[in-house]
């Protein structure tokens, strides 16, 4: 009997193709890795995987620029016949942005957003990066990624937005169910809770991967492919080879159609009278506002203009723009201009909903200050003069800011 065949597909920044592609052959597939250029090869494999990494450096937010390269359009198609796709970290990242997962009519119903580690009296002790072992426990077993898992299986995570959330009562149902989730985190005697230390970075529901209904196609955030012996991660492989080989896809499988979904609310913000409004722009050149740039006029056409900035409201009982800079903690002058925000009329403000790095910023500049500082930061595109129907296009699309995790606003 032949090997079933599964393409590791590679964009610039992952970093875990070849011990992806040697997990996959120790566990009964004939395995090669191609590159997110290379469309013309899908097609000719039962599976596809996409590695862990950190493709185009995170820009814009993880996996978002990579799950709009053309490639995507080919794995659709692959995915709509039953094939078996796996993102594992980085690449669960790009299958959750492109909407391969969707719930429903809505193709964009999770997010992987910032983690955040919440002890059991909901304190947080720690934010960003993380890399630690994990334990998983089995949810849904009939899928093509756990039905050959006998017991907890142990691997190790290293993602900094690992965190499934949903903004939907959908997204949420569906993480909360039994459905659409593989595997969930667990302590050693298999007990789920969704507190550090057992869930890193907490996760809705504890969850750690989410599948498609017909469980074919899977986001993983733990890494199944990092260890050689003795690895239970390898179970996930096996799963994948027996479902294929057993033929368990059904013949048509339903994916989401990123086109289809709604513009995102816009709210509306004043600025307020007893806060400081700040704007930060590189005075080197800004690759991520490039790469965001290049790829919404993939999404809307040519004549997208994108410009990226940073937005700061500080508020506090006596302080100043040159006593905020003063501090070196907002911008460095060698690299980076700051003067007053005065708002345009083409630009979006885009904030997380929950915006760790601005509370930690509040704490440090308490602390430097000496009085109580609160802080609201924003990443701002300007669109300058692209025409309206584009603007449309490249918000409705998602790229900018997934709605399960962010909110964009107009001053």
């Known amino acids: 009997m032949n090997k079933p065949t599964l393409a590791v597909i590679g964009f610039p920044g992952n970093n875990c193709e070849i011990e992806t592609v040697r997990a996959a052959e120790r566990n009964g597939f004939s395995a090669q890795w191609i590159r997110w250029n290379q469309i013309d090869q899908v097609g000719n494999f039962d599976a596809y995987v996409l590695p862990g990494g950190f493709s185009f450096e995170d820009r814009g937010r993880a996996g978002a620029i990579a799950?709009?390269?053309p490639i995507f359009d080919a794995l659709r198609e692959e995915a709509k016949k039953g094939k078996v796709i796996l993102g594992i970290c980085n690449g669960a990242q790009m299958v959750v942005e492109s909407g391969l997962i969707p719930v429903g009519d809505n193709p964009l119903p999770f997010a992987l957003a910032d983690n955040i580690r919440r002890d059991a009296a909901d304190h947080v002790v720690g934010t960003g990066y993380y890399t630690t072992?994990?334990?998983?426990?089995?949810?849904?077993p009939n899928t093509a990624f756990t039905n050959q898992v006998t017991d907890l299986i142990r691997v190790p995570?290293?993602?900094?937005?690992?965190?499934?959330?949903?903004?939907?009562?959908s997204g949420r149902d569906a993480l909360a169910g039994a459905a659409q989730v593989a595997f969930r985190y667990c302590n050693a005697g298999g007990t789920v809770n969704d507190h550090y230390p057992v869930t890193p970075n907490g996760a809705f529901a504890?969850?750690?991967m989410i599948v498609n209904q017909e469980g074919t196609i899977g986001a993983l955030m733990p890494h199944p492919e990092r260890r050689f012996e003795n690895f239970t991660g390898d179970q996930i492989w096996q799963s994948m080879r027996v479902w294929i080989e057993s033929g368990k896809s059904?013949?048509?499988?339903?994916?989401?159609?990123?086109?289809?979904?709604?513009?995102?609310?816009?709210?509306?913000?004043?600025?307020?009278?007893?806060?400081?409004?700040?704007?930060?722009?590189l005075i080197i050149t800004d690759n991520e506002a490039f790469s965001v740039g290049s790829t919404a006029q993939a999404v809307a056409g040519p004549e997208v203009q994108l410009e990226k900035s940073i937005v700061y409201a500080v508020s506090g009982?006596?302080?100043?723009?040159?006593?905020?800079?003063?501090?070196?903690?907002?911008?460095?002058?060698?690299?980076?201009?700051?003067?007053?925000?005065?708002p345009k009329d083409s630009q979006y403000l885009v904030e997380p909903l929950v915006n760790d790095e601005a509370d930690h910023l509040a704490d440090q500049l308490t602390t430097v200050l000496g009085q109580d500082i609160q802080v609201r930061t924003f990443k701002a595109w300007n669109f300058g003069s692209t025409p309206k129907n584009d603007v449309a296009t490249v918000l409705q699309n998602g790229l900018l800011a997934n709605p399960n995790a962010f909110k964009i606003f107009k001053v």
């Open 67 to 69: 799950a709009r390269e």
């Open 133 to 140: 072992w994990t334990n998983l426990k089995v949810e849904n």
């Open 157 to 169: 995570i290293a993602h900094g937005e690992g965190r499934f959330t949903s903004e939907s009562q």
């Open 206 to 208: 504890a969850v750690s």
């Open 250 to 281: 059904p013949a048509t499988v339903a994916i989401g159609d990123l086109s289809a979904q709604p513009l995102p609310a816009i709210e509306s913000i004043s600025l307020a009278e007893d806060s400081i409004y700040l704007e930060k722009t």
């Open 317 to 342: 009982e006596k302080i100043d723009a040159t006593a905020l800079a003063d501090t070196g903690l907002i911008y460095n002058a060698n690299k980076e201009s700051l003067v007053a925000f005065e």
